[in-house]
């Protein structure tokens, strides 16, 4: 979900979904997201309305970038667990790598988390790409299971995941010295501890 923020705003003799996406969150940080229209991302890239929609189903879209391929490659990944993994580690393991990027992306990733989770506006929309990607965990839990990826088992822990995540994303947001994949590891070794049989009363 992250991309280069070095892109300048102006008139461009081309452009793609990477640099578009730039462009149009660089415009949102500025601005603030309900205050940028299409057009406005369309003229700073040089581009015409009708090409922007090439690129992205709705402004909304745009801050998530190409979030369908993150989803195929989180999907590949699990797909290639060995059976051997115990599921808990598995899906500790997923999780993490889906949220992995590069040391010199850090920043624009953090402004685009911003964007997504701090606007009121975009939080409707959130919920269609939250619910996408607890499909992801809930059919590789429902096939470890041997159960329909809709029961109940496999859908709970794709949202507690989903859980993990989100928690893990608002400190890192709040705590800059902090590292994303560390707070998702401790999330996920709480929620161990916390349900563990010897923790049971």
């Not at 090439?54 to 060995?82: C, I």
């Not at 889906?98 to 010199?104: L, T």
């Not at 409707?124 to 990607?133: D, E, G, I, V």
Request: net charge negative; glycine share 6%; aromatic share 10%.
């Amino acid at each position: 979900m992250s991309g280069s923020e070095g892109h300048r705003l102006g008139r461009a003799r081309s452009t793609d979904a990477a640099t578009l996406g730039s462009i149009g969150l660089q415009l949102f940080i500025e601005r603030g997201f309900d205050e940028v229209t299409v057009d406005d991302i369309a003229a700073a890239a040089g581009i015409g309305r009708r090409t922007f929609f090439r690129y992205f189903p709705s402004k909304n879209d745009l801050p998530w970038g190409d979030f369908d391929a993150l989803l195929a490659m989180m999907r590949e990944y699990l797909a290639a667990v060995p059976p051997e993994i115990p599921l808990f580690d598995a899906l500790h393991d997923a999780v993490i790598e889906f949220n992995r990027f590069p040391d010199e992306e850090r920043e624009s990733h953090r402004r685009r988390m911003e964007v997504l989770l701090r606007t009121p506006t975009l939080v409707a929309h959130s919920a269609l790409r939250y619910q996408a990607w607890r499909q992801v965990i809930a059919e590789f839990v429902g096939r470890r299971l041997g159960v329909p990826p809709t029961a109940l088992q496999p859908q709970t822990i794709g949202w507690a995941c989903l859980g993990i995540s989100l928690a893990a994303y608002d400190e890192w947001l709040a705590h800059e010295d902090h590292v994303l994949t560390v707070l998702i590891d401790q999330g996920f070794t709480d929620i161990r501890a916390v349900f563990s049989p010897a923790n049971a009363h």
